[in-house]
């Protein structure tokens, strides 16, 4: 394992990452602890207290709104403030809402809440993207942003098969009925202290004031230059960016959302199988964001993210048409890693084409582009779930993802080249 590692250069870029770079990645973690947590049976706790598919949509839409139209403001103050401060400003946020969503069963509060997370998750996505880009050169930077992923989801796991057996446990201990509303509560608490640790490590961060630093990084990896053919500028890359971006964020929001739901209502699948059945995406997907660096190496960061979009559409194909829960399982699970193993490489490939002043303004952008069909997509799926209609979702988000797949390849086919050219010319010969 060692030799692929050190053919691949793997463990080589592993060594540059920086110290705050490295602190952000500890925080992460123990945050995806939590949100697998969330993730498995946040969902699966509003439909025990007798709220409908429908309601649970319009939660999930009213957060994905919020967060949308947010990233678009909170740019330009992630800029001016910095990203270590909007971070911390972030989790402070997340963690004030989380705490009576837990608490207080009122739909009132899961509306509310709704909203003001959307607010946290714009401020800490949009910081998240610029902060890694100017604590890492390009050479190491896609390799940061896989090993973020792939620890950041191995977290995410432990939380998710944890959950499904925390309600169980709170029964037994709390003398509560099996699947009780109770009981999802109280296993809810372990969404809340992962939220309180994940502060600590980004308060230790020291932000890069340095400007000869600052400036160094910023000629490794976006010298001066045009991001993209004549005459485009900086107006159409952002536009091409976000076309693909807005394709998947409107096919997801028709299917992940309610992924727990799906196995939990339609398969009638046990909670506990439930949280392992998260638990394992998240697995694979780590996996997959594990390899992607590797991959993109050797295929180039385009290329790579069209191929594994591809070759995931086959099994989001068979879950639509066959209802088998083992087919089901297996195929969420390979869709899953192959759809998601392309995060770390395309999030590095949208820093590289734009300078520092300008990738919170794109990462807001994209956040945006995806968060704001999300939440129009999740509208629709909670009333076809309610009507009984639990495929119809797939093939909508399956049209969806070949149409971003197919433009994102014609967007970016011939950009990657002329970066590397860029690149090589700025830096002079190699050393």
Excluded at 68 to 81: F, I, N
Excluded at 87 to 110: A, C, D, N, Y
Excluded at 400 to 429: D, N
Aim: aromatic share 12%.
């Amino acid at each position: 394992m060692t030799s692929v590692f050190e053919r691949t250069g793997y463990l080589k870029r592993i060594r540059l990452f920086s110290p705050n770079a490295q602190k952000l990645i500890l925080s992460n973690i123990i945050g995806s602890f939590g949100w697998g947590v969330s993730q498995a049976i946040f969902n699966i706790y509003l439909l025990s207290l007798g709220y409908s598919n429908t309601f649970l949509g319009g939660i999930m839409g009213l957060s994905a709104f919020s967060m949308a139209v947010c990233s678009l403001l909170v740019g330009p103050y992630v800029t001016r403030v910095g990203t270590k401060n909007a971070l911390i400003l972030g989790s402070l946020m997340h963690l004030t809402i989380s705490i009576p969503r837990v608490l207080t069963p009122f739909p009132e509060i899961f509306i509310v809440g709704a909203a003001l997370s959307g607010i946290s998750s714009a401020m800490g996505n949009v910081a998240f993207a610029p902060f890694i880009a100017k604590h890492s050169t390009s050479f190491e930077r896609t390799h940061l942003f896989g090993t973020n992923q792939s620890l950041s989801i191995l977290s995410n796991f432990a939380g998710s098969t944890l959950a499904g057996f925390l309600p169980g446990w709170a029964s037994l201990v709390f003398l509560l009925p099996i699947d009780s509303a109770p009981s999802f509560q109280l296993a809810l608490i372990g969404w809340i202290v992962p939220i309180i640790l994940n502060i600590i490590p980004i308060l230790t961060i020291r932000e890069l004031e340095d400007k000869a630093a600052i400036e160094t990084m910023e000629k490794d990896s976006s010298p001066k230059r045009r991001s993209t053919p004549e005459p485009k500028g900086r107006k159409e890359l952002f536009l091409l960016f976000a076309i693909p971006t807005a394709l998947i964020g409107l096919g997801a929001g028709f299917i992940v959302p309610f992924l727990s739901v799906f196995f939990w209502d339609f398969y009638n699948l046990p909670t506990p199988l439930v949280g392992f059945i998260q638990g394992m995406g998240s697995l694979t997907v780590a996996t997959g964001a594990f390899i992607s660096p590797g991959l993109s190496t050797r295929l180039g960061k385009v290329r790579t993210v069209v191929l594994c979009q591809a070759l995931s559409l086959p099994f989001l194909f068979l879950i639509a048409i066959l209802v088998n829960p083992a087919i089901a399982i297996f195929c969420f699970l390979a869709r899953g890693a192959l759809m998601n193993m392309t995060g770390p490489v395309d999030n590095s490939f949208k820093m590289e084409m734009v300078p520092n002043r300008w990738r919170a303004y794109l990462t807001s952008i994209s956040s945006f582009a995806w968060n704001f069909p999300w939440a129009i997509s999740t509208q629709v799926t909670g009333p076809l779930f309610d009507a009984d209609l639990y495929l119809l979702p797939f093939w909508y988000t399956l049209v969806c993802y070949t149409a971003s797949t197919v433009l994102y390849g014609v967007f970016f086919r011939k950009s990657e080249k002329r970066l590397a050219k860029e690149l090589a010319v700025s830096k002079g010969p190699s050393r």
